[in-house]
């Protein structure tokens, strides 16, 4: 699985694990990983697969990258067997397996509102819908769900009755806030990349270039500490209310679309070589 430089020094051998075909709304996820292959390829040697072949594919290679592979709602059995077979081998995975965000699912927005860090206020359980502002509409979605998938909004009597239907846990509800706009904050292990916006709330990934104060880098490196990855890609998202605050959205640890498209080329180029520099530090 590995081949010589011209130098005679050992390649890393990197599979990198993507779903080319899955279609994502306003997103082509497939090019970004078609692009990030072909630099990687400049150092790495690198094969492509599915998520569902993971599991059978990884022995023999240095290092596993988890990119595009979709949301994992899709393919449950799969990655369980991927997880397994990858600490069988003590196989290193990119991102490391360990995440406390969207990786283990949404039980950390929970959590992180009942201690009061800065995120939309969400609860899981029937009982608990009083603690949450009084809105006309909620969000209601599954904690393992991605990509927006069974996300659905609703009234308080409904996302009552849906709790009350669903097995106990499964669901998260958070009121549906008026907000100015949504942001991204990237990072490569704790460092600050970039960061993009959405200018039109109704059109989520229409992005542009934003640039983060201070305050903002403050605001997202508090949630890359908290999830304590030794390495990784983050995507840090979150959305600025009326009076100015930012709140997380969501916490992207496993597999976070990069919009690389949607940035300069000094940024793209910048980005690819601090993600080259970390595959290649990840302990084995």
Known sequence: MTAA???????LSLLLVTDLAYEARGRRYCDEDIFLGSRLRETFDVALCHPRDAAALLEGFD??????????????????????RAGELRTPVYNPLGGRGDMAGKEYLVDMSRTGFPVIPT???????????????????????????????VTAAEAAAELGRAAE????????????????????????????YAPDPERRWVLEPYAASAADLEFARRFIAWNSLTHGIQ??????????????????????YLSLDRVGEEVREAFVARLKTSIASLPR
């Open 169 to 196: 846990g499964s669901l998260l509800v958070q009121p549906l806030i008026d907000f100015r706009h949504e942001v991204s904050f990237y990072f490569v292990d704790d460092d600050f990349q970039y960061a993009l």
């Open 235 to 256: 995507r840090v998202d979150a959305c600025r209310t009326a009076d100015g605050a930012l709140l997380l959205v969501e916490l992207e640890d496993l597999n976070p």
């Open 63 to 84: 290092t596993v990258l988890i990119r595009n592979s979709g949301p994992v709602l899709h393919y449950r059995e799969a990655y369980d067997a991927f997880c397994s």
């Open 123 to 153: 609860v899981d359980r029937a009982a608990d819908l009083p603690e949450l502002p009084d809105v006309p509409r909620y969000v209601i979605k599954p904690k393992l769900g991605a990509d927006s998938v069974g996300l659905r909004f």
């Open 5 to 11: 430089s011209p130098a005679g020094a050992r390649r």
